[in-house]
């Protein structure tokens, strides 16, 4: 079964780190983009960024691109999202997502089940 | 960057009935690369329709898709009780992908 798990809710400080994580199963990990989308709480969604784990080559929208950080470890078949420095307005739903195509932008049709980050002071 | 507007914000109708639901792009979409997808609280989005018009797997035939260029629609022929939910179109022919705002449809 193809399937994406993903960590634990979060609740951390304004100003802290915070990497969460998104593990593949049950395909060739390496050949399929993986993105990563944002739900504020009560609103839509949002496209952030998007990575190829083969060669990790990453795409960020505008309005995310140096707030949060997109990577991806082949090796044990997982994606990440991190922040450097959280603040109270990270507060929301963080979902990843694959692609239906390897190798290409496509509709995503396979879904973590999301991560909550809780950002308070 | 390409923006996708939806229409109406909320559709309020029975079980049984016909909606139609319309997302409009600011720019051409390539290649009728529109998809959309369902939410239901507390779920993640699920995929309904991708290249405009192609239904997703398991998705019944009562859900379809049309619209090229810069105007799509998702027509659900036949109102279930479990279609109420929040409904986004995206674009995915171009970085950054984007979203719709989103279609609540409500009961009435």
């Known amino acids: 079964e193809v399937q994406l798990v993903q960590s634990g809710a979060e609740v951390k400080k304004p100003g802290e780190s915070l990497k969460i994580s998104c593990k593949a199963s049950?395909?060739?990990?390496?050949?399929?983009?993986i993105g990563w989308v944002r739900q504020l709480p009560g609103k839509g969604l949002e496209w952030m960024g998007i990575i190829y784990p083969a060669d990790s080559d990453t795409r960020y929208s505008p309005s995310f691109q140096g707030q949060v950080t997109i990577s991806a470890d082949k090796s044990i078949r997982t994606a990440y999202l991190q922040w450097s420095s959280l603040k109270a307005s990270d507060t929301a739903m963080f979902y990843c997502a694959r692609p239906k195509s390897p190798g290409s932008f496509d509709a995503f049709d396979i879904w973590g089940q999301g991560t909550m980050v809780t950002v308070s002071s | 960057e390409i923006v996708l507007t939806q229409s109406p914000g909320t559709l309020s109708l029975a079980p049984g009935e016909r909606a139609t639901l319309s997302c409009r792009a600011s720019?051409?979409?390539?290649?009728?690369?529109l998809a959309w997808y369902q939410q239901k609280p507390g779920q993640a989005p699920r995929l309904l329709i991708y290249?405009?018009?192609s239904r997703a797997t398991v998705i019944p035939d009562r859900f379809s898709g049309s619209g090229s260029g810069t105007d799509f629609t998702l027509t659900i022929s036949r109102l279930e009780p479990e279609d109420f939910a929040v409904y986004y179109c995206?674009?995915?022919?171009?970085?950054?992908?984007?979203f719709g705002q989103g279609t609540k449809l409500e009961i009435k």
């Open positions: 720019q051409s979409v390539s290649s009728r690369y």
């Open positions: 049950g395909y060739t990990f390496s050949t399929f983009w």
């Open positions: 290249g405009a018009s």
């Open positions: 995206q674009q995915y022919g171009s970085s950054p992908g984007t």
